[in-house]
Structure formats: C-alpha cells, structure tokens
C-alpha cells in the first residue's frame, strides 16, 4: 500500500524495575507473575493530543494488548529525554534527529531503533501569493516561531541552497507560533510567507489560512521525531523485548487510526476532550499529525530511510553535529522486522468495527 508522505515528538519511556512477589521493585524490567510490566513515560509536552494518534491509540488499547501498564508523565523539553536515556535513568524515548547525531558525535551510542514522525518542519505561502519557489524570497520576509525555533535550520539550509542569506537577503521576523497574531501577522502582508512546524500550520488552517508550501522537494518528509535507546539496551535480551512491544504498540496505533480516523477521534476525544470544542477541527488535527506518521511508500512501520538521514545530516546539521556520523549505525534498522510482527489485517478490521 502506498502511504503518503507526510513536531518533533519527544517520548521517553522510563520501564520500571521489575517486581518482587510483594510488588516492591528490585532492579531490571520484567513481568512477574502475569501482571502488566510497568511503564513510565515521560513526554516533553502536555499530555498526547490529537497530533499524536498512534500514542492516544496506543495508551487507550495497544500497550495493554502488549503485557504494558503505561503511565505518562511530563518532563521538560527534548534535553531531558537525552540526558536521562544517556545517563541510564531512562531506557527509551523518542528524539529529533539533531539531537540523535549530536549525541552521537560526542560520543554517546544513542541508537534510533526506529522513526516514524517526519516532515514536520515547512515554508508556507498563503495560497494566492506571487511567491512560488524559495529563490522568491529574496528581498521579502520570512517569519518564523522563534529566531531558535526547530524550523531554523530547514530555513538557513533551504536559503542558502539558492545563495540567499538570512536578514542579508530575506529579513527573518519572529512572529510566533501558529495562532492569531501569526495569522494576522500573514493576512495584513507584515510577512511574506512563514516557516514552522506542523502543529503551527494546524493552528494557522483553524483560524482561516489556505497555506501553499514551497519547500524544495529533497526537504519533504525528512525524519523528526525517532524512537531512541542507548547500545546496552539493545544488548540485554529482556530490554529488547520490551523497547519492540513498546514501539509495536505505537504501531498498531497508527494503523487503527489510518484505518478507521473517526473511531479514533472518538477515543482521542475521551482522552482529551478540551481538544474536541470542534470535533471537525480535531478531525483535521488528528489526519495531519497521522500524515507525519505514515512510513514512505512501501516501507514498514518504523523504517528508518538512511537516504533521508543522510540528507539531514548534510544539509541541516552540517555545522551542528560537526564531523558526521554514520547514519547506518545511530540509526539501524534491526528491530523492525519485530516492530511489524503483528497482524495488521486484524488490527484494521478492529478498526473498521469500532464506532
């Protein structure tokens, strides 16, 4: 099946110790005597919204189909994520690619065992504007989230593709993230077009914005969001085997809502209801977040695209990461065969019975 191509999501999943007789913990995750193995996860962000379907499908059935009993609990920004599952604190999470490589480089074997957020980042006009290409931006504005944001490396690299220099050229304006003053800053021409993230440009389309993108193809669907662990997870057999079940869940997640997005907007709306005001605006958030989530083609969920990687490296992280690292070992694909063993057909007809 052909799926389309389509922020950067940070996950980390602390497993708990495993269990004595009594319940207390004694160091190391296993299940004891049938019980749900329990899982912390500590999320970045508030808690899963509708940009994060396979999460929402997971927690609401999928990791409790897996032997999971998943908590969820906020931390602060994506450098927690790091510094735990470098420190050990914590066994897996999700990660951007930057701060993946970064790792890396300075020498931390922080292995993406598999992706699945991507084209998250994008440069958007309003859909009658003259601006076709990124060449157009020479002597207009560009406005951005924040002059820090994670859309400015896609910004510099794509400027410079075409020998444009940021506020030599194009004058960068920080004007937000994706809401009103953004939008207005849009209509009332203050910008020409905006760089951002997907949930900026969900934001924008609710308060009215038809966005046209002109991001240069060898920029679409580059990975974002990964599932991260380090090396000696993937060497102790019992880690191994939850990091899949953990990620297989993830999976089915996705898949139940490609195939039935109502019954899961319904259950998001559960989960979430200060986000379903609009059901039909939850609606759309939820297909565009699904979007970012699709494999590419025909791959399998969770397929990390070395091709992709590479590009990233290059083109956005150059000057980041500093000497490159190989793509092929912070990212390998060895769990994915494991990850995808799971009767997708079953799943989708669960879906399509769900109300």
């Known amino acids: 099946m052909n799926r389309r191509r389509a922020y950067s999501l940070a996950i980390v999943v602390v497993l708990l110790t495993a269990c004595t007789g009594n319940g207390q913990a004694t160091g190391g995750a296993s299940q004891s005597a049938g019980a749900p193995i329990a899982v912390e996860v500590l999320v970045p962000f508030p808690y899963p919204g509708m940009l994060r379907p396979g999460l929402l499908m997971a927690q609401d059935r999928f990791f409790a189909e897996e032997g999971l009993d998943v908590t969820l609990t906020t931390v602060d920004g994506s450098q927690v994520v790091a510094q735990q599952v470098i420190a050990g604190n914590a066994t897996i999470g999700i990660l951007d690619v930057a701060s993946i490589l970064i790792a890396n480089s300075d020498g931390h074997d922080v292995r993406a065992v598999a992706g699945f957020n991507k084209g998250t980042f994008g440069i958007v006009v309003t859909d009658d504007s003259d601006i076709d290409s990124i060449e157009d931006l020479e002597g207009r504005i560009l406005g951005v989230t924040d002059p820090s944001g994670g859309e400015m490396n896609l910004v510099r690299a794509a400027l410079a ?195």
Request: charge should be negative; glycine fraction near 8%; charged fraction near 25%.
């Open 161 to 355: 593709d075409v020998g444009l220099e940021p506020d030599a050229d194009v004058e960068i304006v920080p004007v937000g993230e994706g809401g009103p003053a953004s939008f207005l800053a849009i209509q009332d021409g203050t910008i020409d077009a905006f760089a951002g993230a997907i949930n900026d440009f969900v934001a924008l389309e609710s308060e009215g914005l038809v966005p046209r993108s002109i991001l240069p193809e060898k920029y679409q669907g580059l990975p974002a969001g990964n599932w991260v662990v380090m090396q000696s997870t993937l060497d102790d057999p019992e880690l191994r085997d939850i990091v899949v079940r953990v990620i297989r869940a993830h999976a089915k997640g996705l898949v139940f809502a490609e195939e039935n997005i109502d019954a899961a907007v319904a259950i998001g709306c559960e989960i979430v209801p200060e986000q379903c005001d609009d059901v039909a605006r939850a609606t759309v958030t939820m297909a565009r977040g699904l979007g970012t989530n699709l494999p590419n083609g025909d791959n399998p969920w969770g397929f990390n695209d070395h091709d992709a990687w590479d590009t990233t490296q290059a083109a956005l992280l150059a000057d980041v990461t500093g000497a490159e690292f190989d793509v092929r070992v912070a990212a390998p694909n060895d769990l994915i065969a494991e990850i995808n063993d799971f009767d997708e057909a079953s799943v989708r007809e669960a879906a399509g019975e769900a109300n």
